[in-house]
């Protein structure tokens, strides 16, 4: 506890027990109760919990992703593949790095490259429904995961074959971000990023003898003018793979889980409404219920001090239900007046791919409820044992 500055309550919760992994808001709340900060011990860490301070530790100048050099550690051989994705991630970077590779990132993500893919999503999506299953089935198998993998696929311009091969190498990575990471699963986690960089190499490999009109070719393009080392490039291209399927597939389960028997459902997903209650289902159950930051510089937020070389965590989902901001914050209610929620993060490091992530949901979700107006989940989701991602293991569904 050498980081802590200042008087901040100290709580202990078991980040994979069952009971919190299926229901954390309570804990939550508890936390937002005991003040601005608290100091988790399981993970010996601080924590910011209400909407407030978590935005502001987000922006906060002297905070920020990248490991300060004094707690920077050797990587063993066991996971050099992972590290060295890892070294050149737009997560793990501060500016000027991080400021040179997010701009060219969001060139990717601008509107009308946005717009263009509506067109395919739907089609997705259709084509998704037309294949469900007879009898009760899977939603996030046959739905959730596939849709999010093939759109991120389409933007990257992978063959739809190769993006579901790739969804299962991402998952196997994904998994280092867990509260349930062990060595088994660091050394699973490496062996699938060895063979991702592989299967990026032969992608960009394709791209220099013929190249396309997706992302990944606009990527190599800055790469050879440059603007991108090689390891940059990869490392950038897995990251999109890795969130644009992983965090996207958790929001669509969680809103269609939150919408399928809502008793405001068809009004909840007409056109001048489907905005407002993807941004409602985002708040009320994020894909995503922590990220870090590093104390760069000693300083002080909301009169809580932190000292240099801390670390602070930023509960993303607690903040979403503080209810200074929302008022009967843990009630779902897609009509409610829209505030900014913070599951996109904030500031420089806020998701690149935010306003593809909102498409997919804005156009997935009435697709399958115009198809599928008598969709019935068959008995309630188990929580995927995911911590700190949100989402569910199946949703059982019968289709009518």
């Known amino acids: ?60 100048r002297s905070l920020g992703r990248a490991v300060p050099d004094v707690l920077q550690t050797p990587v063993g051989a066991h996971l050099d593949a992972f590290a060295e994705i890892e070294a ?16 060219e990132t969001l060139k990717g993500f601008e509107g009308t490259r946005i717009a263009m893919i509506a067109p395919t999503v739907s089609q997705l999506a259709d084509r998704l429904i037309d294949d469900f299953p007879e ?24 063959a739809p074959e190769d993006a579901m091969q790739v969804q299962t190498l ?54 050879e003018s440059g603007g991108l080392s090689e390891p940059e490039l990869l490392s950038l291209a897995i990251l999109l793979i890795n969130a644009g399927h992983e965090a996207t597939a958790h929001a669509l389960g969680n809103a269609i889980s939150l919408l399928a028997d809502h008793p405001g459902r068809i009004e909840a997903i007409a056109p001048e409404f489907i905005a407002g209650t993807v941004e409602e289902s985002l708040r009320y159950r ?43 914050g843990e009630i779902f209610d897609p009509f409610r007046p829209r505030r900014r929620h ?6 420089i490091h806020s998701c690149a791919g935010a306003a593809l992530a909102r498409l997919e949901l804005q156009i997935a979700i009435p697709v399958l409820f115009a198809r599928c107006p008598d969709l019935t989940i068959t008995e309630p989701p188990n929580v995927a044992d995911l911590y700190h991602f949100h989402g569910f293991d199946r949703i059982n569904v019968a289709v009518k």
């Open 342 to 347: 913070v599951s996109f993060g904030a500031g």
């Open 170 to 223: 991402s998952g196997r990575i994904v998994a280092m971000y867990q509260a349930r990471r062990d060595a088994e699963i660091e050394a699973d986690a490496n062996d699938a990023a060895k063979e991702i960089m592989h299967f990026m190499r032969r992608e960009l490999d394709k791209r220099r003898t013929r190249k396309t009109d997706d992302f990944l070719s606009q990527l190599l393009e800055l790469h």
């Open 286 to 328: 994020p894909p995503l219920h922590m990220f870090t930051r590093y104390v760069y510089e000693n300083c002080e937020i909301e009169g809580t001090a932190f000292k240099k070389n801390g670390q602070i965590g930023c509960l993303l989902a607690s903040a979403n239900r503080d209810d200074a901001v929302w008022p009967d």
């Open 88 to 103: 050149h991630s737009l997560l793990e970077l501060e500016p000027p790095t991080h400021s040179r590779l997010r701009r």
């Open 135 to 158: 009898g009760e089935f899977d939603l996030i198998e046959a739905y959730a995961k596939p849709l999010a993998v093939l759109t991120i696929g389409e933007f990257l311009g992978i």
């Open 1 to 60: 506890m050498s980081q802590l500055a200042s008087y901040i309550p100290t709580i202990q919760q078991d980040p994979s027990a069952p009971e919190f992994v299926a229901n954390p808001y309570p804990f939550y709340a508890k936390l937002r109760s005991l003040g601005n900060f608290v100091f988790w011990k399981d993970y010996n860490m601080i924590m910011a919990t209400t909407h407030s301070v978590v935005d502001q530790v987000m922006k906060h």
